[in-house]
């Protein structure tokens, strides 16, 4: 195959992955801060960034938006720098709600659909597009440091 071609390929898919995350997240961030401002108390719903969830997620469209809309190949390639850290941390959100948070809550309506967005769909997404468009190695160190804002976190 022409090499033309297949770059072209790789880039379709990455714009798509790209489109997807930014509104997965866009969408179950908006439904969520929705979802929890009481009364229209927009404020009460923001203060739901100080979960993991919600601030794994931000990331994720914050990267997503940049390298969709950033036309500066020096701000693209700083976010390239980050998709590894970035899809740690959303696939840890992922994990952890599935295995120790999801059994003990019982959501319904919105909240289940903006749950499922946050931790089902968003997660295997940015993994996708980790696997398909990432093409650099990682140092041993980078996993370190990658490791440095979970653990502040807790």
């Known amino acids: 195959m022409d090499e033309r071609f297949l770059a072209m390929k790789y880039s ?7 489109w997807m995350l930014l509104v997965s997240t866009f969408s179950g961030i908006t439904l969520n801060t929705i979802n929890h401002s009481d009364g229209g108390d927009i404020l009460k719903g923001l203060s739901d960034f100080k979960f993991f969830t919600l601030q794994s997620n931000a990331l994720v469209f914050l990267f997503a938006a940049g390298l969709l809309f950033a036309g500066k190949e020096s701000i693209t390639g700083k976010l390239r720098f980050v998709t590894g850290a970035i899809t740690s941390y959303i696939m840890l959100t992922g994990t952890v709600y599935l295995i120790i948070l999801e059994p003990i809550y019982e959501l319904y309506g919105s909240e289940r659909i903006a749950s ?14 980790w696997l398909t ?3 650099r ?6 996993f370190i440091k990658w490791l440095s804002y979970p653990l502040v976190f807790m």
């Open 133 to 135: 468009c990432e093409k």
């Open 137 to 142: 190695r990682y140092s041993y160190r980078e």
């Open 116 to 129: 499922s967005i946050l931790h089902y769909i968003t997660p295997p997404l940015m993994f996708l597009f």
């Open 12 to 18: 379709r898919i990455e714009k798509v992955l790209l």
